[in-house]
T-cell receptor, first 117, second 115 residues
C-alpha cells in the first residue's frame, strides 16, 4: 500500500514570498491533517479535513496560511506571504477517519522542509 | 487540557545497551497512546500504539512500551539498541474532540547511539 506522498521535499524562499505544498493521502483515508514542526519541537496541528470539509483549523494563522482539499483527496497548503518564523517542516498525515473511532491511527508523509530567508 | 511530557530532550546510549524513553501524559478519559520515530529528513513512522487490553504492547524494530495508568506513563523500551535506532522519538496521546480524533505530541527525545 502506498504511503502518504508530499512534495516538494525541500523549499527555500525569501520572506514575503508565497509557497505551496502538496499532499496525497493514503487511498481511502477520509481524514487529512497538516502539521507544522518547528526545529526541536513536536508536530503542531494546523488544520484537519474530513473528506473535503474543515473540522479544525483553530491553530492555522489564517492571515497568511490557507489550505484546501478539493474532491476530498489531495490537499494543498499555502503560505502567503511567508515570514522567517514559518521555517519548519510541514507534515501531512492521513487516517481512515471513522467518526467516534478512538482507535483511528494517523500515518505521516516524509514532510516538506521550508526555509525562509 | 490534554498534554504530553517527554522529560528527556537528549539521551545517549552505547550500542547494545538497553533503552528507556520516558513519556507522561495528561488526559481526562481513557488515553490512546502512540510512539512515533522520526529519522533525519524523514516523516514520522508509527512504532506502536496502545488502545486497551494488555498494558505491555509490542511494536516494530524490537520496541515495546508499557502503559501505567497509576503513573500516567507510557515509557518506550528496547533491550538492546542498534546504531540505526538513532533518531527522534515522539510520544503522543489521542484526544477525542468534537467527534474527531486528534494527536497531541510531546516535544520529542533525541537518541544518539555510540558505537
Amino acid at each position: 500500500e502506498a504511503g502518504v506522498a508530499q512534495s516538494p521535499r525541500y523549499k527555500i524562499i525569501e520572506k514575503r514570498q508565497s509557497v505551496a505544498f502538496w499532499c496525497n493521502p493514503i487511498s481511502g483515508h477520509a481524514t487529512l491533517y497538516w502539521y507544522q514542526q518547528i526545529l526541536g519541537q513536536g508536530p503542531k496541528l494546523l488544520i484537519q479535513f474530513q473528506n473535503n470539509g474543515v473540522v479544525d483549523d483553530s491553530q492555522l494563522p489564517k492571515d497568511r496560511f490557507s489550505a484546501e482539499r478539493l474532491k476530498g483527496v489531495d490537499s494543498t497548503l499555502k503560505i502567503q506571504p511567508a515570514k522567517l518564523e514559518d521555517s519548519a517542516v510541514y507534515l501531512c498525515a492521513s487516517s481512515l477517519g471513522h467518526r467516534e473511532d478512538n482507535t483511528d491511527t494517523q500515518y505521516f508523509g516524509p514532510g516538506t522542509r521550508l526555509t525562509v530567508l | 487540557a490534554q498534554s504530553v511530557t517527554q522529560p528527556d530532550i537528549h539521551i545517549t546510549v552505547s550500542e547494545g545497551a538497553s533503552l528507556e524513553l520516558r513519556c507522561n501524559y495528561s488526559y481526562g478519559a481513557t488515553p490512546y497512546l502512540f510512539w512515533y520515530v522520526q529519522s533525519p529528513g524523514q516523516g514520522l513512522q508509527l512504532l506502536l500504539k496502545y488502545f486497551s487490553g494488555d498494558t505491555l504492547v509490542q511494536g516494530i524494530k524490537g520496541f515495546e512500551a508499557e502503559f501505567k495508568r497509576s503513573q500516567s506513563s507510557f515509557n518506550l523500551r528496547k533491550p538492546s539498541v542498534h546504531w540505526s535506532d538513532a533518531a527522534e522519538y515522539f510520544c503522543a496521546v489521542g484526544a477525542f474532540s468534537g467527534g474527531y480524533n486528534k494527536l497531541i505530541f510531546g516535544a520529542g527525545t533525541r537518541l544518539a547511539v555510540h558505537p
